[in-house]
């Protein structure tokens, strides 16, 4: 195992130099640079123009600056951005992550869980009117005009009922008096979150592990469940922070929902297909042979293995929430780093650029390797050697 | 597996319950809340704000109304520089061994936020920072970029407080009405206490430039109406109004005669600085009545800038009153207009902005260097088809690269000059008399095609660069019907719809294009026709890539392209207003007679805003060039009504 | 090709059908079987004749701008048209002036105008046409490379298996749309550009992965043997063994890279990354720049955007059905019992 995951430590480093390299050469491929905005005003002299040339280092020959990138890259430094002069790319990175992996992890982690539920549903009913319809209706979800839905969407409860609030993470005048950094908040939420998420994770582990009687198990369950639900309860309602990431809180349920909407077809439908499979499996016939009730089958024998392909797609899937949904976070007024990216490209900031899309790589990379190793944990007849 | 579906229903739990928050807004102090639909650039501080690619329209919005006042300023309505920091007029220029002198004084009592007085110190320090050359032999101004890029520095050889209120300007050559009047005297003066230690240390760094850019400054010293807070990227900024603010309760007062025409200011300071009265023009007399009269605030106890996805969803907020107003550089969609007019309380106002669209061409080659043949251009071009029918009013017919907002510098068009440019006539009279200038200068058409120039050069495929439906549509339509009726005319030309980058990179770098359309964003003082087009600006990097007014051919031919170097010159070293309107005037002529631009459109500026809340005291029924948003003092004469 | 030895007679005296006679009629057979059972999927059906709608609108529009459209109004790009309807008017209730574009559906304009006078529905059965090439032409790419580069990373494997598979992680690692953007900016991309962008990045991307599992479980089994020790060369097992038995699930996967081809334009056209004049993601895109999807507005000229997002939605999810269809057939783990 140890030599496996050094082969692939060794791998992921070459692919990234790779990747790294393919992504310079792109943006630097760009026609123009960000000097052009100084073109649209006349008052701004010729020599004003080769000085930000000059600063930003971009006279060099294109093999210098190469060779710099690739060697502050390898050192963490990430540069300094051309349109948020002096800003560090990493302290930009920084500052947006939190808002970005704040709303999709919450919206991935909604999306698997309904992608999952309704999946193993229909995978059960084949061919009924179930199936065929939610299928329908997820594939067209899943394939709808993402900008267009999701104005749709704020537009009926954002305007027409007013229910949500129309885009934005904050209100302005609510924050104005706390003078708290928002990363601040957001990091609380991320935290915190992932905080309750951990415990009841190992508390369900260890349940298993120990394998207690079911009726203990269970109360440990819910007492952690209620345990967790009372702490959060408590942070969000009697401290600044907590009314703060409520807020915050308020702002994300639009997106999120949508998100979800469009997003759950996809695991509904891998769902399935992965239990079709394990359906014809022997142990499955066995369980029904012994007259198991049919939901127990379906939720303890066949969902249970067949949630192996959904669980590494949920952590691709996470690693990829960093590239942020473009698309949501626009119209959504939701400034992450798919905003980032997006801008940095547009304005021909080429550190930004380079630095998000690098920083995305590392992420899926390093994602990619932990779904393997989670794969191999899971199946015990899988083994890298 | 369970605990994934525990996981999620602790979310949604979490989510319903967050579901009944209540939006706690402030009461009780009276803001102004305004929209922006795009972040700050930089780090929060002035200097930052406007260095190199910082330098972005939102950043002024914010950085406007705080941290710092001029030695002149620029009267709202009649657009004329008048003393603001300076008692009075600044002297003449005399001559003082090898440099020009100027004297400056200062109005006395005027304080810095921080409660200190604002002295002639204050003054030198600001124009010797900014003039300090650094070891790569350019201004710290140029260094800085951005809005600090000015040649004007450049000129300075030092600047010298010689009493408390007395500064004394030592330059290198006589300055003209460019570099003085509407660059140095309206200079922003930063507080020496604050910013000679932090000036000193960078300037001891490595690269002092970007230690500079990165001081992070919130609360800075401010002489000006609000001081900057606290800003929250990716939510709002937010500045607080100034308790110091000297000239709070000046009453400013701007005359016009009978024609409507502004022709006289005063303003009648407060208290604390001495009560007195200072004017300019005429300020009374037969026909003479008042055209506006304000009295200055800040009237609000701070401004918050709440950012926005987009324009639309701003639009929205002002329409919803969730935002008492709309900073909104571009001009709204004909549907976002319609529904800001028609919401309850909402009021639009609409004035001219400071900008130009245009058409251009290539005086290097063949057949553009033929006047006939731009004129010809000229002609089938249908603005006001394009502008009223097309465009559905949007825009208006441009045909001066001064917009008429500007109206101290624009030139109108005679009668002859409106006939020349085929204004009122049919696509059908277009077409022949634009085919009969061709044929008389000697073109030749077959079969329909323009083939040959008058020196018997075929005419080859021919390219318009012209903005794509992506980057502006309503640009592109334009150049669309450009392209319909040269192909009508019979000019073999084919559109290439380009991305902003790709325009200016083939015309600005590499001066590898036929025709193309673009804008220009410009300023008050119409130095930029020089810019436009003098022939020292025509090498690759420079603003005039079409070559000049007229090609070099017709240059030798009637010396068009030396008189005007010769008049912009002499516009660039006027000192008279009247003589250099004069000179602007006659450039105006000559760029049309020479038709190397084709001026096509100019936008409106709308401001959008709660009618219902706030008020400008009558400057928002008032002709503003740029509009409400352009003024960065007008956030001092907001007034909230609640 | 040499041809075919004439048939020997068998013992029983009757004649053996010639190879490419018993193909076909196998081929006939297999498609009478797998027509049956894409058709009781019930969705692949439903994809199919969403398909065959736009083609038919698709096809259309070259014929109605020849036939009864003028094209100095109709044409979707430069067409404009002076008298839609009602001219300039104030409405009454709110006071503001209704110019005549974009005009509402009539019998003139079977969908309206746009705000710069052109007809919605020329402009939909234009865009179709360059959403087919666009689609189509990319995913074939897509496919033709995916295909070879799995094919070939499954026959060889050793070096050329874990360089292939390698570069499809790299390739995977891009965020698309982002990458999209970059490559948008650099290239000018109109629709040509764009289908051999996108093809080349899925073809080399994670098609390549599932193909070449595909591939290996082919390569083992015994007819290649077979044909190997019947003298067969590298290339003639590639070509004629492992890859037409790739074909049906190329065939597959390239449903949904049409599918993906058509949104990933979409999406990019709202942003304005692309040099298009005209698709169904720039008529939403124009359409939102002017301020018709905000607000009340949104209700004021439905037409503008509505039928090019419901075409876009409609034509994706129908390949995609297709696609769900196919799978049914194809896919062997999911066949019914």
Same mark, same amino acid.
């Given at each position: 195992m140890w030599k496996y995951l050094f082969k692939r430590l060794i791998q992921i480093v070459i692919t990234l130099y790779i990747y790294a390299s393919i992504v310079f050469i792109i943006v630097y491929m $760009?026609?123009?640079?960000?000097? $052009?905005?100084?073109?649209?005003?006349? $008052?701004?002299? !010729?020599e004003a123009r080769e000085a930000l040339l000059e600063r930003l280092g971009l006279n060099q020959p294109v093999h210098i600056q190469y060779i710099n990138f690739m060697k502050n890259l390898f050192t963490g430094n990430l540069g300094i951005s051309f349109s948020q002069y002096p800003r560090p790319v990493w302290e930009l990175i920084k500052e947006r992550l939190p808002r970005t992996v704040a709303l999709f992890v919450i919206a991935t982690l909604l999306y698997f869980s309904l992608g999952f539920y309704l999946g193993k549903l229909i995978a059960w009913k084949r061919g009924g009117l179930i199936d065929y319809s939610a299928t329908v209706i997820g594939v067209v979800l899943f394939t709808v005009y993402t900008p267009w839905f999701a104005i749709l969407l704020l537009w009926i409860?954002?305007?027409?009922?007013?229910?949500? !609030?129309?885009?934005?993470?904050?209100d302005p005048l609510l924050w104005r008096q706390y003078e708290i950094d928002q990363n601040l908040v957001f990091g609380y939420i991320v935290g915190v979150g992932g905080a309750a998420l951990l415990f009841l994770f190992v508390v369900f582990l260890l349940g298993r592990k120990l394998y207690l009687p079911r009726a203990l198990r269970w109360t440990i369950h819910l007492g952690a469940l209620g345990l967790v639900t009372a702490v959060i309860v408590y942070l969000l309602w009697s401290t600044t922070i907590g009314l703060l990431a409520r807020d915050i809180l308020y702002h994300m349920i639009l997106p999120a929902i949508t998100v979800t909407l469009i997003a759950f077809g996809g695991t509904m439908l891998l769902m399935r297909d992965s239990m079709l499979e394990v359906t014809r499996e022997d142990y499955v016939l066995a369980a029904k042979a012994k007259g198991l009730p049919d939901k127990a089958v379906r939720d303890k024998h066949a969902a249970r293995n067949a949630l192996l392909p959904v669980v590494t797609s949920f952590v691709l899937a996470l690693a990829f929430t960093?590239?942020?949904?473009i698309i949501t976070e626009t119209i959504f007024s939701w400034p992450g780093m798919g905003l980032l990216l997006l801008q940095a490209v547009l304005e021909e900031d080429m550190p930004l650029a380079i630095g998000a899309l690098v920083f995305t790589g590392i992420f899926a990379l390093v994602a990619h390797l932990v779904a393997d190793i989670l794969y191999a944990f899971l199946d015990p007849r899988i083994r890298y050697d | 597996m369970k605990f994934v579906r525990f996981a999620a229903l602790l979310v949604v739990g979490l989510l319903l319950v967050v579901g009944a928050h209540n939006q706690a807004g402030a009461q009780g102090e009276n803001i102004f809340v305004a929209a922006i639909h795009s972040d700050l650039k930089g780090v929060f501080c002035s200097l930052s704000a406007s260095t190199g690619a910082n330098n972005t329209v939102w950043n002024f919005y914010v950085w406007g109304p705080s941290a710092h006042m001029s030695l002149y300023g620029i009267t709202t309505l009649g657009q004329q520089p008048f003393p603001s920091l300076a008692k009075d007029f600044a002297t003449p220029f005399t001559q003082e061994g090898g440099l020009w002198v100027s004297t400056v004084e200062l109005l006395p009592g005027v304080k810095w936020s921080d409660g200190t007085e604002l002295t002639a110190e204050d003054v030198a320090f600001t124009f010797n920072t900014f003039a300090t050359v650094l070891p790569t032999g350019r201004t710290l101004s140029l260094e800085l970029?951005?809005?600090? /890029?000015?040649? /004007?520095?450049?000129?300075?050889?030092r600047v010298e407080?010689?009493?408390?209120?007395t500064v004394k300007f030592y330059l290198k050559e006589k300055p003209g009405l460019a570099q003085w009047e509407f660059t140095l005297l309206l200079w922003d003066i930063f507080q020496k206490k604050f910013w000679e230690p932090k000036f000193q240390e960078a300037l001891q760094s490595d690269d002092p430039v970007r230690s500079l850019a990165a001081i992070e400054c919130p609360?800075?010293?401010?002489? /000006?109406p609000f001081v900057t807070k606290q800003w929250q990227p990716g939510a709002f900024a937010e500045i607080v109004a100034?308790?110091?603010? @000297?000239?709070?309760g000046t009453i400013a007062t701007e005359y016009q005669d009978a024609d409507g025409n502004i022709v006289g200011y005063e303003e009648q300071l407060p208290e604390a600085l001495g009560g007195g009265t200072r004017s300019a023009g005429t300020? @009374?007399?037969?026909?003479? @009545?008042?055209a506006l009269r304000t009295e200055e605030g800040p009237f609000v106890d701070g401004v918050i800038y709440s950012l926005f996805g987009d324009q639309s969803s701003a639009a929205l907020a002002v329409i919803s009153g969730e935002v008492d107003y709309h900073f909104n550089p571009l001009g709204y969609g004909l549907a976002t207009l319609n529904q800001l007019e028609a919401a309850e309380g909402v009021r639009v106002i609409k004035n001219a902005s400071n900008g130009v669209f245009y058409l251009s061409f290539n005086l290097r080659k063949s057949p553009f260097n033929y006047v006939e043949f731009r004129r010809a251009v000229r002609c089938v071009i249908d603005k006001e088809f394009v502008a009223n029918e097309l465009l559905a009013g949007q825009v208006i017919p441009a #045909?001066?690269?001064?917009?008429?907002?500007?109206?101290?510098?624009h030139r109108t068009l005679t009668e002859e000059e409106k006939a020349e440019a085929c204004i009122g006539l049919s696509e059908e009279e277009r077409l022949a008399r634009a085919r009969q200038m061709l044929e008389e200068a000697g073109f030749v058409f077959e079969g329909g095609r323009l083939a040959q120039d008058p020196e018997g050069n075929p005419i080859g495929q021919l390219e318009l660069l012209h903005p794509n439906a992506a980057y502006d549509n309503n640009r592109n339509i334009f150049g669309l019907h450009i392209v319909d009726r040269l192909q009508k005319l019979g000019i073999p030309v084919r559109d290439v719809p380009a991305g902003f980058n790709n325009i200016v990179t083939l015309v600005f770098?590499?001066?590898?294009?036929?025709m193309w359309q673009l804008g220009w964003g410009l300023g008050? #003082?119409?130095d930029y026709l020089e810019a436009f087009f003098? @022939?020292?600006?025509?090498?690759?990097?420079?603003?005039s890539p079409q070559g000049g007014v007229c090609s070099a051919r017709e240059d030798a031919l009637t010396g068009c392209q030396q008189e005007f170097d010769r008049i912009a010159d002499e516009f660039l070293a006027e000192q008279d207003l009247q003589r250099a309107q004069e000179l602007a005037r006659e450039m105006q002529r000559l760029i049309f007679q020479w038709a190397?631009?084709?001026?096509t459109h100019y936008v409106q500026q709308q401001d959008a805003y709660r009618a219902d809340r706030i008020n400008w005291q009558g400057l928002e029924d008032k002709p503003i060039l740029d509009?409400?948003?352009?003024?960065?003092?007008f956030v001092g004469l907001v007034v909230k009504t609640q | 090709m040499a041809t075919a030895p004439a048939p020997p007679k068998s013992p029983t005296g009757r004649h053996l059908e010639s190879p490419w006679r018993a193909r076909l009629r196998l081929m006939r057979r297999g498609l009478a079987t797998n027509w049956s059972l894409f058709w009781e999927s019930r969705i692949g059906p439903i994809g199919l004749f969403i398909i065959l709608f736009y083609g038919l609108l698709a096809v259309a529009h070259p014929i109605l701008m020849a036939t009864i459209w003028d094209p100095e109004i109709?044409?979707?790009?430069i067409g404009y048209d002076? %008298?839609?309807?009602?001219?300039?008017?104030?409405?009454?209730? %709110?006071?503001y002036l209704v110019p005549k574009?974009?005009?509402?559906?009539?019998a003139k304009h079977w969908l309206g105008t746009d705000p710069w006078g052109r007809d919605i529905f020329s402009q939909l059965a234009y865009s179709a046409r360059a959403e087919f090439f666009l689609g189509v032409m990319a995913a074939l790419i897509t496919v033709i490379i995916g295909t070879l580069v799995a094919a070939v990373s499954a026959y060889y494997g050793g070096f050329v298996d874990t360089f292939f598979m390698r570069l499809a992680d790299v390739v995977l690692l891009f965020p698309v749309i982002a990458f999209l953007i970059v490559l948008g900016g650099m290239f000018q991309l109109n629709m040509y550009s764009l289908a051999l962008v996108l093809g080349i990045i899925g073809g080399f991307g994670g098609i390549t992965i599932v193909l070449k599992s595909q591939a290996l479980s082919i390569k083992v089994k015994p007819f290649i043997e077979a044909a190997k020790v019947a003298g067969g060369s590298h290339l003639h097992v590639i070509l004629r063994h492992i890859i037409p038995n790739l074909l049906p699930l190329s065939f597959l996967y390239m449903m949904f890279n049409v599918t993906s081809a058509i949104f990933s334009e979409a999406v990019l056209s709202f942003f304005g990354?692309? %040099?298009?004049?005209?698709?169904w993601g720039m008529m939403v895109q124009m359409a939102n720049i002017s301020g018709y999807l905000t607000g009340d507005a949104i209700t004021k000229a439905w037409w503008i955007f509505f039928p090019a997002s419901v075409s876009i939605t409609a034509l994706c999810a129908a390949f995609y059905l297709v696609g769900r269809g196919l799978d049914e057939i194809v896919n062997p783990r999911l066949r019914k019992m």
């Open positions: $760009q026609p123009g640079d960000i000097s $052009q905005i100084y073109i649209n005003d006349p $008052q701004i002299p !010729p409860f954002g305007y027409k009922l007013g229910w949500l !609030p129309i885009g934005k993470f904050n960093v590239d942020g949904g | 970029g951005g809005g600090w /890029a000015n040649p /004007a520095f450049d000129l300075i050889d407080a010689v009493d408390t209120y609360g800075e010293p401010s002489a /000006a100034n308790p110091n603010y @000297s000239f709070k300020t @009374s007399g037969d026909g003479i @009545s008042v #045909y001066s690269p001064v917009p008429p907002g500007n109206a101290f510098w770098d590499r001066q590898d294009f036929d008050l #003082y119409p003098h @022939s020292r600006n025509t090498q690759p990097g420079g603003n190397a631009y084709v001026p509009g409400l948003q352009g003024g960065a003092a | 109709y044409d979707p790009i002076p %008298n839609p309807g009602p001219a300039w008017h104030m409405e009454k209730v %709110n006071q574009h974009p005009a509402p559906p009539s990354i692309l %040099n298009l004049q005209m698709s």
